[in-house]
T-cell receptor, first 114, second 110 residues
Framework: KAGVTQTPRYLIKTRGQQVTLSCSPI?????VSWYQQTPGQGLQFLFE???????NKGNFPGRFSGRQFSNSRSEMNVSTLELGDSALYLC?????????????FGNGTRLTVT | DAKTTQPTSMDCAEGRAANLPCNHS???????VYWYRQIHSQGPQYIIH???NNETNEMASLIITEDRKSSTLILPHATLRDTAVYYC???????????FGAGTRLFVKA
């Protein structure tokens, strides 16, 4: 079974631009979560989608948004990029999105904002 | 804040068992204990999880105390490739808002 696929793998953007990252979950998984990882803050939860609905949201500004499509694929968008948005963005899928359902992570998109 | 407490780092000799402890004293009845690991520049990898009983799979064993306030991940025969950051987290039902702490950096030495 194919794992979680994130594209692109690397991205370089300029301050003020916007960016869209893509995540294809494991087939059959309905929950997709997004995380930001930086050396200073570690892994931080952004949001989680289940059956096209955002169920949980972390403490990030409104510049960070996401969506999930009917095939469970998900995108996240960051508008008006800031230098501090440079990070590894990780997507994880889960079968049920509930307690007895492990997260399966992709290898992330490394975003550099200059 | 993370609901778990783990040592910052640990060393283990190659071929020996690595025992990674985790405290989760505020765990509630419907929360599972999960272990993940992250090797540099890769996404975290799921290892094992459990609710009350001890669990074993091809990668590791998970020992949960009877009061569920702590657990231990056991890698029975550590190899150099097991060098990674290991995260212990607790999570319940109703959708994930998983909070990762700093984890334990395990160094496996030859």
């Amino acid at each position: 079974k194919a794992g979680v696929t994130q594209t692109p793998r690397y991205l370089i953007k300029t301050r003020g631009q916007q960016v869209t990252l893509s995540c294809s979950p494991i087939s059959g998984h309905r929950s997709v979560s997004w995380y930001q990882q930086t050396p200073g803050q570690g892994l931080q939860f952004l949001f989680e989608y289940f059956s096209e609905t955002q169920r949980n949201k972390g403490n990030f500004p409104g510049r960070f948004s996401g969506r999930q499509f009917s095939n469970s694929r998900s995108e996240m968008n960051v508008s008006t990029l800031e230098l501090g948005d440079s990070a590894l963005y990780l997507c994880a899928s889960s079968y049920r999105g509930s307690g007895d359902s492990p997260l399966h992570f992709g290898n992330g998109t490394r975003l550099t904002v200059t | 804040d993370a609901k778990t407490t783990q040592p910052t780092s640990m060393d283990c000799a190659e071929g020996r068992a690595a025992n990674l402890p985790c405290n989760h004293s505020t765990i509630s009845g419907n929360e599972y204990v999960y272990w993940y690991r992250q090797i540099h520049s890769q996404g975290p990898q799921y290892i094992i999880h459990g609710l009350k009983n001890n669990e074993t799979n091809e990668m590791a064993s998970l020992i949960i105390t009877e009061d569920r306030k702590s657990s231990t991940l056991i890698l029975p025969h550590a190899t150099l490739r097991d060098t990674a950051v290991y995260y212990c987290i607790v999570d319940g039902t109703g959708g994930f808002k998983t909070i990762f702490g700093a984890g334990t950096r395990l160094f496996v030495k030859a």
